[in-house]
């Protein structure tokens, strides 16, 4: 009975000191990819930063992430995605912003990126990845 009412009392503590809830509303947004850079040359099972540029449109926009689809032949589609504060003091910018997401290529061919630019727009750019080293 004692290891149980700690638990609970540590359950609690966890659950309140750790909550994401402070009030503030919030949701998620796509957002334009500029351009994306690769590596000249890849190989599989090497990991290989990729550098993004996208659009920030407001000051209420924060980057989130990325979406990160894989598809059908070697195919892969990217999308930006920003955490909205929508009742903040916000100012409309047209701000180009930086980040990047890891790309381990599991297999040897050329892959086509397909970067989210906004309503069925995408940018596509081919990797090459040789084998092995």
């Known amino acids: 009975m004692k290891k149980l009412m700690v638990a609970l009392i540590a359950l609690v503590a966890v659950t309140t ?10 949701y998620f ?6 351009s994306a850079t690769f590596p000249e040359e890849m190989n599989v099972g090497t990991t290989y930063t990729v550098e993004v540029v996208y659009e ?3 000051t209420c926009h924060v980057f989130n992430g990325f979406n990160y689809l ?5 195919t892969r589609t990217v999308t930006a995605v920003s955490t909205v504060y929508p ?3 916000c100012e409309d910018s047209e701000l180009e912003r930086e980040a990047a997401f890891q790309f381990k290529p599991a297999e040897s061919g050329t892959y086509v990126f397909r970067f989210w630019q906004g309503e069925d727009q995408y940018l596509e750019i081919e990797a ?3 084998g092995a080293n």
Do not use: A, Y
């Open 56 to 58: 920030q449109t407001s």
């Open 128 to 130: 090459i990845v040789g």
């Open 29 to 34: 947004e796509p957002v334009k990819i500029i």
């Open 87 to 89: 009742e903040r003091l």
């Open 70 to 74: 894989p598809g059908e032949n070697l």
């Open 17 to 26: 000191s750790c909550s994401l809830d402070d009030g503030e509303d919030f």
